[in-house]
């Protein structure tokens, strides 16, 4: 951290070339990876893992590049809150990319799902006939309680009432 | 408004992630910034209704710590894993989507487990059954039975691990009967 300490600044200067040099490659294995798996949901991988990686290099190096004690704790915050919504991204563009069919069956070794979501759709149906109403269209993104549409169920511990 | 108190114990962890954001944010962790984040911290805390996330309100950092190198490392695996395989497998690459029915029921182990699985190599969360704690795993390279045994394996380990480091004192006696040794690594 001394200025003068020629070798420490070259060192620095060297571990930072190779962090964003490798922070821009996970980059280009992201960009490669989109333009060349089959389906929307293996490019969610691509999109999702090796960015975090490269976006962590970046950020590593700029903290050795600036020096100042007070970069790390935002750089820290910037990673992990990467962490906390890459996922949650992923997983609403993959669950989208599921139900409207963005997907090659062909090219999946096991689907366990699908059964699942098929039962699913099958009980919403025989819902809206047995409603058979006017007003049977909003019941289509309605709470369906014991049914794969899980995260719409109200919670049950949280005490939300009027 | 009515909603259930949690206690100032249970509450702490988020409270303090709001102080060290609000020092992050003004690069200013002087006491004085702090206690004035803090003061923010417990009025954002009680009026922004949210349902309460339950902490069990345990957390073993001896667990914690290896558990955090073996993730970080695993974050690295994954990113040349999929480097290598968009670069020389690409569109030829074969998927599979695996159910995995997780032991605990609380919101925050499910979410938990979701987010490591979904850094960790080759799997990615595309459904989530919160009635039966189900996830729905799309895992990238799953040729055969075998590789679909290997990731369910990998993502109930990593629930194990999870519950380990701060699941409740009832998941943990759980996974004690089901005869995981208290002593096995976090490592699948």
């Given at each position: 951290?001394?200025?003068?300490?020629?070798?420490?600044?070259?060192?620095?200067?060297?571990?930072?070339?190779?962090?964003?040099?490798?922070?821009?490659?996970?980059?280009?294995?992201?960009?490669?990876?989109?333009?060349?798996?089959?389906?929307?949901?293996?490019?969610?991988?691509?999109?999702?893992?090796?960015?975090?990686?490269?976006?962590?290099?970046?950020?590593?190096?700029?903290?050795?590049?600036?020096?100042?004690?007070?970069?790390?704790?935002?750089?820290?915050?910037?990673?992990?809150?990467?962490?906390?919504?890459?996922?949650?991204?992923?997983?609403?563009?993959?669950?989208?990319?599921?139900?409207?069919?963005?997907?090659?069956?062909?090219?999946?070794?096991?689907?366990?799902?699908?059964?699942?979501?098929?039962?699913?759709?099958?009980?919403?149906?025989?819902?809206?006939?047995?409603?058979?109403?006017?007003?049977?269209?909003?019941?289509?993104?309605?709470?369906?309680?014991?049914?794969?549409?899980?995260?719409?169920?109200?919670k049950g511990n949280g005490g939300?009432?009027? | 408004?009515?909603?259930?108190?949690?206690?100032?114990?249970?509450?702490?962890?988020?409270?303090?992630?709001?102080?060290?954001?609000?020092?992050?944010l003004w690069r200013d962790f002087?006491?004085?910034?702090?206690?004035?984040?803090?003061?923010?911290?417990?009025?954002?805390?009680?009026?922004?209704?949210?349902?309460?996330?339950?902490?069990?309100?345990?957390?073993?950092?001896?667990?914690?710590?290896?558990?955090?190198?073996?993730?970080?490392g695993k974050v690295v695996a994954?990113?040349?894993?999929?480097?290598?395989?968009?670069?020389?497998?690409?569109?030829?690459?074969?998927?599979?989507?695996?159910?995995?029915?997780?032991?605990?029921?609380?919101?925050?182990?499910?979410?938990?487990?979701?987010?490591?699985?979904?850094?960790?190599?080759?799997?990615?969360?595309?459904?989530?059954?919160?009635?039966?704690?189900?996830?729905?795993?799309?895992?990238?390279?799953?040729?055969?039975?075998?590789?679909?045994?290997?990731?369910?394996?990998?993502?109930?380990?990593?629930?194990?691990?999870?519950?380990?480091?701060?699941?409740?004192?009832?998941?943990?006696?759980?996974?004690?009967?089901?005869?995981?040794?208290?002593?096995?690594?976090?490592?699948?």
């Amino acid at each position: 951290m001394t200025p003068n300490a020629t070798g420490v600044d070259a060192v620095i200067d060297a571990v930072t070339a190779v962090l964003l040099i490798v922070g821009a490659l996970m980059s280009l294995g992201a960009a490669i990876g989109l333009l060349r798996f089959p389906d929307l949901m293996s490019r969610m991988h691509a999109a999702t893992k090796p960015q975090v990686l490269g976006l962590f290099l970046v950020l590593a190096a700029i903290g050795l590049q600036l020096r100042e004690w007070w970069v790390w704790p935002v750089l820290l915050v910037a990673w992990i809150f990467q962490l906390l919504t890459v996922p949650v991204s992923a997983h609403m563009v993959g669950r989208a990319g599921y139900r409207t069919k963005h997907l090659h069956p062909e090219l999946l070794s096991a689907d366990e799902l699908e059964a699942v979501v098929l039962r699913a759709a099958g009980e919403r149906a025989a819902e809206k006939a047995q409603e058979a109403g006017p007003d049977a269209p909003h019941s289509r993104n309605g709470g369906h309680p014991g049914g794969i549409t899980g995260d719409s169920r109200p919670k049950g511990n949280g005490g939300a009432s009027s | 408004m009515s909603r259930r108190r949690i206690s100032f114990r249970t509450e702490l962890p988020l409270l303090v992630w709001l102080v060290v954001v609000w020092g992050a944010l003004w690069r200013d962790f002087s006491p004085g910034n702090l206690v004035f984040g803090a003061l923010i911290a417990v009025i954002v805390a009680r009026i922004f209704y949210l349902p309460p996330v339950e902490l069990s309100g345990r957390f073993n950092v001896l667990r914690a710590i290896p558990f955090v190198v073996v993730f970080l490392g695993k974050v690295v695996a994954a990113s040349f894993q999929v480097m290598y395989l968009a670069i020389f497998r690409g569109p030829s690459v074969t998927n599979a989507v695996v159910a995995v029915p997780l032991r605990s029921h609380s919101d925050l182990m499910v979410t938990a487990t979701g987010h490591v699985i979904s850094l960790i190599p080759g799997s990615l969360v595309v459904e989530v059954d919160r009635s039966t704690s189900t996830l729905y795993i799309h895992g990238l390279n799953v040729r055969n039975d075998s590789d679909t045994a290997k990731l369910r394996r990998e993502v109930q380990d990593t629930e194990a691990s999870l519950i380990r480091i701060m699941g409740t004192r009832a998941e943990m006696d759980a996974l004690q009967a089901e005869g995981w040794p208290a002593t096995r690594g976090v490592s699948s």
